[in-house]
């Protein structure tokens, strides 16, 4: 059932478990969401430094950052994860408990606008390493695999696929495929959307095309950044201060394909 009044936060690429204090921070923002009254809380690709839906995968970092969702979830949020290139088998029954709704996409209305994020991990066309390399870790076969490995194997590989995934799309992560970003954006407009939102990058980037926009949110696990989508449609992004409060910034104002670090200074 949708709410009448639904206030959305949207957030990209937390990586928790791969910085420090990355958890404690992330359980201060979900005190902050909750005195906001958020009603739905979107993750936008890679909540965590990886995520596999079977549970003898999950460490200590995982685990508690799990419970902070089902914790959400009792208070009545209403929990979407996005799947990312670190996230894998998010469909498994053992996830039942933390998300209310999980896919390659997400879209829904608000004030009569049309939203979709997706992480973008695939919006590089040029990335073939990757591409293969996510066919064939989502693929059917690792799923079977994944499902009876023991834990102490399964821990294990998850570490050597964050350092085969560094030779691939972590390299063109550093230029944003700006062509390939705005052919996604038009091809998304084409099709009725009128905001699209995507991850990954780790860098913001936004695109205006009459009353529709496209932005790619920066990364929280750098940031902090929480895009917020009202219930009339209307969608700002906040970035918490060197105090930990949150500056409001209007989406227009964002500057195009720079590194958000270097330009907050
Ligand atoms: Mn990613």
Known sequence: ???????????????????????????????????????????????????????????ETVRRGLAELAALRQRGVRVILVEGNRDFFLDAPELDPFRDAWGPVHSFAAGGRRFLVEHGDLINRHDHMYRFWRALSKSRPARAWA?????????????????????????????????????????HFAAGVDVVLWGHFHRSWSFADGGREAHVIDGWMETGTVAWVGTDGSLSFQRPGPDGHFVDTPAHSWYQGRDSAVEAR
């Open 147 to 187: 499902r009876w490995l023991p834990a102490g194997v399964a821990q294990w590989i998850v570490g050597r696929t964050e350092a085969r995934l560094a030779g691939t799309n972590f390299t063109y992560r550093r230029e944003l495929p700006a062509a390939d970003l705005l052919g996604a954006a038009r091809r």
């Open 1 to 59: 059932m949708v709410a009448w009044r639904m206030l959305r936060a949207v957030l990209a690429d937390l990586h928790l478990g791969q910085a420090t204090r990355d958890l404690e921070r992330f359980e201060d923002l979900t005190r902050e969401l909750c005195a906001r009254e958020v009603g739905e809380l979107i993750f936008l690709g890679d909540l965590f430094r990886t995520l596999v839906g079977f549970g003898r995968f999950w460490g």
